[in-house]
């Protein structure tokens, strides 16, 4: 009953596209949906590498190109994609998160590839709704740490590549 996509996946394309799916349901059948920000990627260069950015005036431009790309009046889970790189103190973005939250643009807001310190440097501020890590039979990290934390302080875990990029459904090849 949920949809996750990002605007670094293929540069919003991957969001256009979900709203264009988005359009043509009744409201009432429309899954809720879940997209990130602070991976910003160039588009006269694609595959260059995105840069971690979680710039308050970034995440504000970001939401509003997803609203708008996504075709909705408010997006249902917002999360941070990694943590920045560029030295913008995370409790900056988190209230950013927030006040999004208050404009009503966004319902719940949480973070991916976070670490437990990062983690409680946001739920100080605001509960952290969600994480999403990385977690396969093959890729165990955050079950030692990340995991825990989310269990006892009340944040819903969405891990991704359970898989591991399609090494663990015994079809891919190198």
């Not at 359009?23 to 009432?28: A, H, I, S, T």
């Not at 990062?118 to 039979?137: E, I, M």
Request: with cysteine; net charge neutral.
């Amino acid at each position: 009953n949920w949809i996750d996509t990002a605007p670094i996946y293929g540069l919003g394309h991957s969001e256009e596209i979900v709203g264009r799916a988005l359009r043509k349901l009744q409201p009432g059948d429309r899954p809720f949906v879940f997209t990130k920000c602070g991976l910003l990627g160039d588009p006269k260069n694609p595959f260059k590498d995105a840069v971690r950015v979680l710039d308050p005036a970034s995440i504000r431009r970001e939401c509003e190109a997803s609203l708008r790309r996504l075709g909705v009046e408010r997006i249902d889970l917002y999360q941070f994609h990694r943590p920045d790189d560029t030295g913008v103190p995370v409790e900056s973005s988190w209230r950013t998160m927030m006040q999004l939250i208050d404009e009503g643009k966004v319902r719940a807001i949480g973070v991916s590839n976070f670490d437990v310190s990062l983690l409680r440097k946001c739920d100080a501020l605001r509960h952290v709704d969600s994480l999403q890590p990385p977690f396969s039979l093959i890729r165990r990290e955050s079950a030692a740490s990340e995991i825990p934390w989310c269990r006892a302080n009340g944040t819903g875990v969405i891990c991704y590549s359970p898989m591991q990029a399609g090494i663990l459904t015994d079809s891919f090849s190198i």
